[in-house]
């Protein structure tokens, strides 16, 4: 991997992921790059942000964007090289290859769980008001067949809990970035501020904290799930059977190529069009080599040798995939705005994947989930939960104002042309159309003003199965 690309990504992971007494370490520390990043526009994201529409046609568009939407973020991430490529996935969704929902799905239906006879009453009657907390479900009008279905959404409990702990993340990133900019001094400001503001930060996340406790219920949340864990452990022939119908429920078909989906949803819906959870990235040349040992995943691990390479078309048809891998990148500085966040999936539970109450039936040849390992190898082992979002990029370095570097004329020619997991020309497909990466590229550097999605976190899969040797009583 280049030099400033290793610091770049090194100092967003740490930002992303590190802590210290105020702000603890991540547990999802495993990020899976987008190369390139993946630009949007904001008009494409309204899906999350309308349950309803108003006529057919906006039925129609909402319906596409939360297809191409739920299809981009429900892959399964590729734990030993830490990759995101669009074009290997776009090719798994048009055939018959696993996604996130798939993997699920067989799971359930491969599975045996503990039965160890009915629940009790109080108990069952506790569970089923819980689970409308947890996921909703409504009836909406198919726009193809005027049939009324039932659908699933996040309960009002989830919505609140991911709101107020979403709050929670952003103030700890901000903390992070001016934490980790005063520690690797950056520039004599940034340590003045944190010398100065550093309670500031620190209070702003106590706050938000205290905020996610009581109006997020982050302890009746918690509390919720852990005691539908301690209970269904008794039997999960119920639970299981609930899972299945929110999966049901929740498959959708697009319009475009008549092909089913589970709906996939984030919050805030609003992130896109607004400055409220987005913080200020910024490194500079003289600071680069500060960062050029940090970690990029959880592993420690080179993402790829192609991660390094710029990559685009000199023209079109002719060196489509041209590599630029000798550029010349002294003066490198670069800076942006950077905002994870947290997917919804009203379909998903991976509580269950952890219990240790549940094994695939003896018939069954599927890999194990996960074997626990660093990293981890298995059927299902890691899953996005958070996406990475950037906006307001600009980026200056000596070869972009070198005019007769291919690479720049590539840029100047609006071709496909990305640095990392970053998209700096060319055009792209959206649930609208498409669309061009709109770049200004002068004596200042080169400025990307668009959305990008750039990368996920992802949870890992403890091992699983891992039934617990006790369990004789299995349905």
């Given at each position: ?362 018939d069954s040849e599927i890999a194990p989930i996960s074997d626990g390992g660093r990293p981890p190898k298995g059927f299902l082992p890691t899953y ?92």
């Amino acid at each position: 991997m280049s030099s400033p690309l290793k610091s770049i990504l090194g100092k967003i992971y740490t930002m992303l992921t590190s802590g210290d007494g105020t702000v603890p370490n991540a547990k999802d520390g495993f990020i899976a790059w987008c190369i390139p990043g993946i630009p949007f526009n904001h008009s494409d994201l309204l899906f999350a942000n309308k349950l309803f529409a108003t006529d057919a046609d906006q039925a129609r568009d909402l319906l596409n964007q939360a297809s191409n939407f739920s299809r981009l973020v429900n892959f399964i991430p590729d734990a030993s090289s830490g990759i995101f490529d669009l074009e290997k996935q776009e090719a798994i969704y048009s055939q018959t290859g696993k996604t996130l929902w798939s993997a699920y799905e067989t799971i359930l239906n491969t599975s045996e769980v503990v039965d160890k006879g009915d629940l009790s009453p109080d108990r069952q009657s506790k569970l089923d008001k819980w689970r409308k907390l947890l996921v909703e479900v409504y009836e909406d009008e198919n726009i193809i067949t005027e049939e009324i279905e039932q659908k699933t959404r996040p309960g009002r409990l989830v919505r609140a809990y991911t709101d107020k702990q979403n709050h929670y993340i952003n103030a700890c990133l901000e903390y992070n970035a001016k934490r980790i900019a005063a520690m690797y001094a950056e520039s004599p400001v940034a340590v003045q501020d944190w010398t100065l503001n550093a309670f500031l930060y620190r209070l702003k996340v106590q706050n938000a904290y205290n905020v996610w406790v009581a109006e997020g219920y982050k302890n009746e949340y918690e509390t919720i799930m852990a005691t539908i864990n301690q209970w269904t452990k008794q039997s999960l022939v119920l639970w299981k059977q609930k899972l299945l119908d929110n999966l049901t429920w929740s498959k959708q078909t697009d319009l475009v190529n008549n092909q089913e989906f589970y709906l996939t949803t984030f919050w805030p819906p609003q992130f896109a069009t607004t400055q409220e959870g987005w913080t200020d990235y910024k490194l500079e040349q003289k600071t680069l080599s500060k960062y050029a040992q940090s970690q990029t995943n959880a592993w420690d691990m080179e993402v790829g040798a192609g991660i390094g390479l710029f990559g685009g078309s000199v023209s079109a048809g002719v060196e489509n995939g041209k590599l630029y891998d000798e550029l010349n990148t002294s003066n490198f500085n670069i800076n942006f705005e950077i905002v994870q966040i947290p997917l919804l999936r009203p379909w998903f539970n991976p509580e269950f994947l952890a219990s240790n109450a549940w094994r695939f039936r003896s018939d069954s040849e599927i890999a194990p989930i996960s074997d626990g390992g660093r990293p981890p190898k298995g059927f299902l082992p890691t899953y996005p939960t958070t996406a990475i979002f950037i906006r307001r990029l600009k980026a200056d370095f000596s070869e972009l104002h070198d005019t007769s570097s291919s690479y720049t004329q590539a840029i100047k020619a609006g071709l496909k042309v990305g640095y990392g997991p970053f998209c700096l020309s060319g055009n792209y497909h959206t649930a609208s159309g498409d669309s061009k990466v709109e770049n200004t590229l002068n004596q200042e550097g080169l400025t990307v003003e668009g959305l990008q999605l750039i990368g996920f976190k992802c949870a890992i899969v403890p091992k699983s199965p891992n039934p617990s040797p006790t369990i004789t009583d299995w349905a």
